[in-house]
């Protein structure tokens, strides 16, 4: 009996397992009441009564061992089993999720505020329902001017009072004078309306970002000055600027920017139709009426604005051909914006 108790021992000993489910077949071997260990246990009433209490004590040893040894190998698995465990980010989607990515739009409008605000411009923004004193009267707009025709401004009401979808983000300077005296360095980004063919050139809506700086001796200068560290911060710092005189019923005197062509360096190619400049902004000094109308004192005060549209800017930057791909939302064109983040 002693002989089988030590072989036993000896193993149990050498035994291994490659898994908890082999330390389970282990201790059903050992331990279960078909085991090994019960075995001997039930051949121990053939015991001599001389030998009993040494080979009792013998077979309890055993099963101490051999629960010991199992206990043992399920422990070193378990331990494992955690490691593994705290491996796994258990906040993960069970599948892959697919990131989307910012739209080219969000990407050039941020760009353009980045830049604005590093010469201390500061954001306002105002609602896309305006009145006409807003976006029309307060900017000097004469009655029987072509952007109050039906045919370029989508209105809402017009009795008693004209409501309408704001055509350009110049009601936000307004609301900005109406209740602030100068110092004034704001830009303006938003949505704007007109109503226009869709075209590849052209939309109903689109997005602009304008500009206003009013404070004491505020000169064409300084507004030149700031358009030309934009347009080479923006589209790089070899980009020239040209101002050309133009007309617009709130500033004056009144200018468009042109940039040099960055596709072929001002030498002249098919995008710029070989004049090697690009158009890109409209500018001026704020006209006097303006400020009056806005409660601000044109005798004291003088200032600068600048608009330009968003997509205008993204056309340029990213070579984008239609402008109707900005709002069709197809996923293949928006991807290759990806690395532009």
């Known amino acids: 009996m ?9 193993e149990i000993a050498s035994a291994t397992a490659s898994g908890p489910e082999e330390v389970e077949q282990l201790r059903i071997k050992y331990l279960s009441k078909k085991g090994a260990v019960s075995a001997l246990m039930a051949d121990f009433r053939n015991v001599p009564a ?13 099963k101490t061992f051999a629960t010991e040894k199992i206990n043992g190998l399920k422990d ?71 952007a109050r025709d039906m045919q370029d401004t989508f209105f809402i009401s017009r009795n008693p009072v004209d409501v309408l979808l704001r055509t350009h983000t110049s009601s936000v300077q307004t609301r900005v004078m109406e209740k602030t005296q100068p110092p004034i360095r704001i830009v303006c980004p938003g949505r704007v309306y007109r109503n226009e063919a869709i075209s590849a050139r052209a939309h109903c809506f689109f997005h602009q ?19 030309l560290g934009f347009a080479r911060q923006m589209f790089g710092p070899e980009t020239k600027i040209r101002l050309r005189p133009s007309y617009f019923p709130f500033t004056e005197p009144s200018a468009e920017m042109d940039i040099s062509c960055d596709i072929c360096g001002g030498k ?19 006209d006097p009426n303006v400020l009056k109308a806005c409660g601000i004192d044109p005798e004291v005060y003088t200032g600068y604005a600048f608009g330009m549209g968003i997509e205008r800017i993204t056309n ?19 991807r290759e914006f990806e690395a532009a983040h």
């Open 50 to 62: 001389d030998q009993k209490r040494e080979v009792g004590q013998k077979i309890n040893e055993l």
């Open 2 to 10: 002693l002989e089988k108790i030590n072989a036993l021992r000896e």
């Open 209 to 227: 970002v304008e500009g206003l700086y009013i404070d004491k001796d505020v000169s064409f200068a300084d507004l030149k000055q700031v358009l």
């Open 268 to 286: 002249g190619c098919a995008f710029c139709k070989g004049t090697g400049w690009v158009e890109i902004l409209g500018c001026g000094m704020v």
């Open 76 to 146: 070193s698995f378990a331990v494992a089993e955690d490691a593994s465990l705290d491996e796994i980010d258990l906040t993960r989607t069970a599948t892959p999720g697919v990131v989307g990515t910012r739209h080219p739009l969000s990407i050039v409008k941020n760009e353009m505020l980045r830049i604005f605000a590093s010469m201390g411009f500061t954001i306002a923004e105002g609602p896309e329902i305006e009145d006409d004193w807003h976006v029309f009267e307060s900017l000097n707009f004469p009655p029987d001017h072509p």
């Open 316 to 334: 340029l930057k990213y070579k984008v051909k239609d402008l109707r791909m900005f709002s069709e939302n197809d996923v293949r064109f928006l």
